[in-house]
């Protein structure tokens, strides 16, 4: 993180009046018209502008500091602790911007060279549970989780590279029910990835962390079950990791009681796909059977 430039698109974080272009286009396209909501907020009928000023050569370099400085000076209302909620709504507007990027095939890899996504990074690392901040945390995670949504190994590898496993397991930690599902889904789409499993099991520690913070999701609600899609990806994450045997031995010692719990199972009754992977999943624990990925 240290050796990431101030600006996300230039060297020089401030372009020239004279490279904005002549303004704001106003050809039908970009024409833009806030509603009732934004006339109260100008920052974030800005924000909605400069993702349609994009589409207009005249003025997407002035469009893209604009996008570059919201994300940017999030930073200092993180640092501070004092993240309001429409500063929150302000930065995730932008963000959205960088999730449709890391969904299109076109522009995926140039967004990962771009190393845009470390810029989130410290976004996923938050500890506050207030709601700006379970928002901003949200919001990031679906960005990676479109990374890695097409199952690309150039994508899985950035990723490992920078460490994401560290912010998903925050977020599995501190995140609400939806963070905490984005996240689980991330850590489940890399490792289907035969890189992303063998990370994973390649050092004990590594492994045993991933566990924990799979099992702590389960076992530290003793009035409610987590909710059936967070269920269904952690148990598959545990079903991939199974497929390696040095994780399938440790998960004999390691693997959480309550998914043999009757109430976890009838949660599940109207997703037998899920069952199967759990029956497999148990299966494959006690008797070290190998199982073909499906």
Do not use: W
């Amino acid at each position: 993180m240290a050796n990431l430039p101030e600006s996300l698109f230039s060297s020089d974080p401030r372009p020239s009046s004279s490279s904005f272009g002549a303004g704001p286009s106003t050809s039908g396209a970009n024409t833009y018209k806030a509603s009732d909501h934004d006339q109260g907020d100008p920052s974030r009928a800005k924000i909605l502008h400069s993702i349609l000023d994009l589409n207009d050569y005249r003025t997407r370099e002035r469009a893209l500091y604009l996008l570059d400085k919201e994300i940017l000076d999030v930073y200092r209302f993180i640092s501070a602790q004092n993240l309001t909620q429409r500063a929150s709504n302000r930065v995730c507007c932008a963000l959205a911007l960088f999730q449709c990027v890391a969904s299109h095939r076109d522009t995926r890899m140039r967004f990962i060279k771009a190393r845009i996504p470390s810029y989130l990074f410290p976004l996923l690392n938050i500890e506050n549970r207030e709601r700006p901040y379970e928002h901003l945390r949200l919001t990031s995670l679906g960005v990676i989780g479109s990374l890695v949504k097409a199952g690309d190994a150039e994508a899985v590898s950035y990723l490992l590279e920078n460490e994401i496993f560290i912010y998903c397991l925050r977020c599995m930690e501190v995140g609400g029910e939806l963070s905490k599902t984005v996240a689980t889904y991330i850590v489940q789409r890399i490792i289907i990835n035969e890189e992303g499993l063998r990370y994973c099991c390649a050092f004990a520690q590594r492994f045993y962390t991933l566990s924990r913070a799979l099992g702590n999701m389960l076992e530290c609600r003793t009035a409610e079950l987590p909710g059936k899609r967070l269920l269904k990806y952690i148990i598959y994450c545990y079903l991939r990791l199974s497929h390696n045997p040095r994780a399938r031995d440790g998960l004999r010692t390691c693997l959480p009681a309550s998914l043999r719990d009757p109430n976890l199972i009838n949660l599940l009754r109207d997703d037998p796909t899920t069952v199967g992977f759990l029956q497999q999943l148990l299966y494959n624990v006690s008797m070290g059977h190998q199982y073909t990925v499906i």
